[in-house]
């Protein structure tokens, strides 16, 4: 694992910088990131507008009428020494997923591109517990890593017009979720009938960056009684603490 001495700080524009802490990507970086934008959030430092963590920095946007970046970088430093901030405990959301089929188009492009069969390729991508590395691409998309090496494929030639929301995705060793319609190049190969972006709910993204993900396998009749929970308003997720 290699952490910088120091933070590394790479301007962004006129109105934000990138602040790197190690040259690869690991849970424990990711940890790192996400305890120095919460140190930094409770620092309620004027003039910092947003904190957008991701996989190994954190983007920092600050308005340069209130701050100047020499001492955005001092307080930054202040508080990249310390070791914890009061993290919340991790999330385990567990997300029924119908594989294959219409839901997962491309489930069988992956089982052969590994050489494996359909069903092996729903269960291994089934049997991790994927960590929420970052938000990004689009609201409410979760950036997901743990995600095995035996089912990594690569993405799609030619992007889809139009990706259903809720669709499960692999592009090369990453997976992730759509929560919403969108264009979309990566390998679908299951649908979720719940919906992680909901803008009449609060809040309306039920993920957040350092969550975890279990995908539960459901059959057709069990995503079609979930469908109509969603519908009806009445569908609840499984939310559990990650243990270990």
């Known amino acids: 694992m290699a952490i910088y001495a120091q933070p ?23 940890r790192r990131i996400r305890t120095l934008s919460v140190a930094l959030d409770r620092l309620r430092l004027p003039g910092v ?38 993290l919340p405990r991790p999330r385990m959301l567990h ?39 970052m938000m990004g691409f689009n609201t409410g998309f979760p950036y997901l890593g743990g995600m095995s090496a035996r089912i990594a494929a690569p993405r799609l030639e030619t992007p889809r ?8 995705g692999i592009a090369q060793q990453q997976t992730g979720i759509y929560p ?3 264009p979309g190049g990566w390998r679908l190969i299951g649908r979720s009938p719940v919906r992680l972006f909901d803008p009449r709910r609060e809040p309306p993204v039920a993920i ?6 279990r995908f539960v396998q459901i059959d057709d009749a069990r995503y079609r ?7 009806a308003g009445a569908y609840e997720f499984v939310v559990t603490e990650k243990t270990d």
């Open 49 to 86: 507008v947003d904190l957008v963590p991701t996989y190994r920095s954190l983007l920092v946007y600050y308005d340069p009428l209130l701050l100047d970046v020499p001492e955005l970088q001092e307080h930054i430093l202040d508080l990249s020494s310390v070791e914890e901030a009061a």
């Open 161 to 168: 017009t139009l990706v259903p929301a809720g669709s499960v």
């Open 208 to 213: 957040e960056a350092g969550d975890y993900i």
């Open 180 to 182: 919403v319609e969108s």
């Open 95 to 133: 997300i029924p997923t119908h594989y294959g089929g219409e839901h997962g188009p491309d489930l069988d492009f992956v089982a052969r591109h590994a050489g494996l069969t359909m069903e092996e390729v729903a269960s291994i991508h089934a049997g991790s517990d994927y960590l929420v590395y």
């Open 8 to 30: 590394r700080f790479l301007p962004a524009g006129d109105r934000a910088v990138t602040v790197e802490l190690a040259d690869e990507i690991s849970p424990e970086i990711n």
């Open 225 to 231: 009684e979930i469908e109509a929970q969603v519908q």
